[in-house]
């Protein structure tokens, strides 16, 4: 049986070769049975618009003490500054405690019938040689709040999509708001039965954390039953590379003006090789 600072140090290693990582029994009961309280009132009483057909849900919730610097008028809740802060221990020990929330945690849930959500990444600074890293620039932390399968919407994912571009990356539609609200549900590419793909179940409670950058989807939900899932974005504030990666670094980073400035794209260019 493998030891809790071996188990830590397989997660890591996989997020950054695969792009995501499963940690096990991360969310106590008593705050797990918190959190779907909180969010099953918070879906009950949301008009949900059109362009969440995909998502199921996207409902943005600040937290108090961590307030959202990007829409400080977001609804806020202490239950998020508790959910911000709860992972602390785990983001040191995976070498991740250089990222920091954004402030928020999303509520995103799958009804039942749900469409499957579209492939995408979420990276927007295809622009900078910083696309190259090999340690995780941003991150999303998902809590899941029940069992996922294939059944009902489970999330999927393309292994080393994060750094490899694969045939996919050329027939996308930008994600959410840059385009895949108005996507077709017939568009072939955009739901495609990718052979590379693989399905990630996990277990209520678990918490799964993916670089932003890589290629992810979810089955559509077929059961009978909600999916819900609690997302929170993490960044690194700093563009330089971690004090304690041992790698390689790409002379593109090591080239990279300091001074650079932010330009949205979610292109991924010539960074992704």
């Keep these: 049986m493998l030891s809790s600072e071996q188990k830590t140090k397989a997660a890591r290693e996989q997020l950054l070769e695969d792009g995501f990582c499963i940690l096990d029994d991360a969310l106590d009961s008593p705050f797990l049975r918190e959190l779907c309280d909180w969010s099953d009132h918070l879906l009950r009483t949301t008009t949900f618009p059109s362009k969440w057909k995909y998502q199921g849900s996207d409902i943005h919730i600040s937290g108090i003490r961590h307030r959202s610097k990007r829409n400080p008028d977001?609804?806020?809740?202490?239950?998020?500054?508790?959910?911000?802060?709860?992972?602390?221990?785990?983001?040191?020990?995976?070498?991740?405690?250089?990222?920091?929330?954004?402030?928020?945690?999303?509520?995103i849930s799958k009804p039942p019938n749900g469409a499957p959500l579209y492939w995408h990444q979420d990276w927007s600074r295809w622009s900078d040689p910083v696309s190259?890293?090999?340690?995780?620039?941003?991150?999303?932390?998902?809590?899941?709040?029940c069992d996922t399968n294939a059944a009902n919407g489970?999330?999927?994912?393309?292994?080393?999509?994060?750094r490899q571009r694969i045939d996919l990356h050329s027939h996308l539609v930008a994600p959410h708001e840059s385009g895949g609200y108005d996507v077709d549900e017939e568009n072939e590419w955009m739901f495609l039965?990718?052979?590379?793909?693989i399905?990630?179940?996990?277990?209520a409670g678990q918490?799964?954390?993916?670089?932003?950058?890589?290629?992810?989807?979810?089955?559509?939900?077929?059961?009978t039953d909600k999916r819900t899932v609690l997302l929170g974005w993490y960044y690194r504030r700093?563009?330089?590379?971690?004090?304690?990666?041992?790698?390689?670094?790409?002379?593109?980073?090591?080239d990279r003006d300091?001074?650079?400035?932010?330009?949205?794209?979610?292109d991924p260019g010539h960074y992704l090789t």
């Design 193 to 197: 039965n990718h052979p590379e793909a």
């Design 74 to 107: 977001m609804p806020s809740h202490e239950i998020v500054d508790r959910l911000i802060e709860y992972p602390t221990d785990i983001l040191e020990a995976l070498k991740l405690d250089d990222h920091r929330s954004g402030g928020a945690f999303q509520i």
């Design 207 to 223: 918490l799964l954390i993916g670089d932003a950058r890589v290629l992810h989807g979810t089955h559509g939900n077929s059961t």
């Design 199 to 203: 399905d990630v179940p996990v277990k």
């Design 154 to 162: 489970c999330l999927r994912v393309i292994p080393g999509s994060h």
């Design 238 to 254: 700093s563009n330089d590379v971690p004090a304690t990666w041992r790698g390689d670094v790409p002379q593109e980073i090591l």
């Design 132 to 145: 190259m890293s090999p340690w995780p620039q941003q991150i999303f932390l998902n809590w899941y709040l």
């Design 258 to 266: 300091p001074d650079l400035p932010f330009e949205w794209n979610r």
